[in-house]
């Protein structure tokens, strides 16, 4: 059986995430996609509240299970009997960055293959982070999300602004 893992924040879940995920789904027998705490960002959702959503988003495919883990993704990987490591490649700086981390992965469990696709050119330009940035200037980037997705980042959004606007209320 061919069981693959394919690794993220996912702070939020896009629609080039989920292209990943339907094509992923469609060359593995099983695809766990682990929602992983990535210490240098500052997630906008938690981890739990990204589960229930990717939950969600890929509810539709049989063969996908939503996990999280922490710490070395080989260790998840030997944990859940997976082989292959997916990785999706937007551009030249995500090959750079994601062939070190094979290599790596390599180093420490020569038994890991990853497996890279490169995303569709219409999902290239997007990043969880990007769309963050967009989302809180007030872009419409609603046709970038799954539906479940874009209605929870509206909402933190909106809280967040609250939030800031009370804290400046009291602060004068």
């Known amino acids: 059986m061919k069981v693959a893992v394919f690794p993220g924040s ?3 879940l896009t629609l080039g995430h989920l292209d990943l995920i339907r094509r992923g789904a469609a ?9 992983m705490t990535n210490a240098a960002k500052d997630p906008l959702f938690t981890v739990e509240e990204r589960v229930v959503q990717v939950k969600k988003a890929t ?8 996990i999280t883990a922490n710490g070395l993704t080989v260790d ?3 944990k859940i009997g997976a082989d292959y490591l997916l990785r999706g490649l937007r551009n030249t700086n995500d090959f750079q960055y ?3 981390i094979a290599a790596m992965n390599q180093f420490l469990d020569d ?4 497996v890279f696709l490169l995303a569709d050119p219409k999902y290239q330009h997007l990043s969880s982070s990007l769309l963050k940035e967009v989302a809180r200037a007030g872009g ?5 999300l799954p539906g479940n997705i874009s209605a929870d980042l509206k909402k933190r959004m909106q809280e967040r602004e609250e939030a800031r606007i009370s804290a400046h209320n009291q602060g004068h």
């Not at 060359?27 to 929602?35: N, S």
């Not at 038994?111 to 990853?114: E, K, N, S, Y």
């Not at 419409?140 to 970038?144: E, K, Q």
């Open 10 to 12: 996912f702070d939020p």
């Open 27 to 35: 060359l593995f027998d099983q695809l766990a996609v682990a929602v």
């Open 59 to 66: 509810s539709g495919f049989d063969n996908v299970t939503v």
């Open 76 to 78: 998840l990987m030997n």
């Open 98 to 100: 994601e062939r070190d």
């Open 111 to 114: 038994q890991v293959d990853t």
């Open 140 to 144: 419409d980037i609603d046709p970038l």
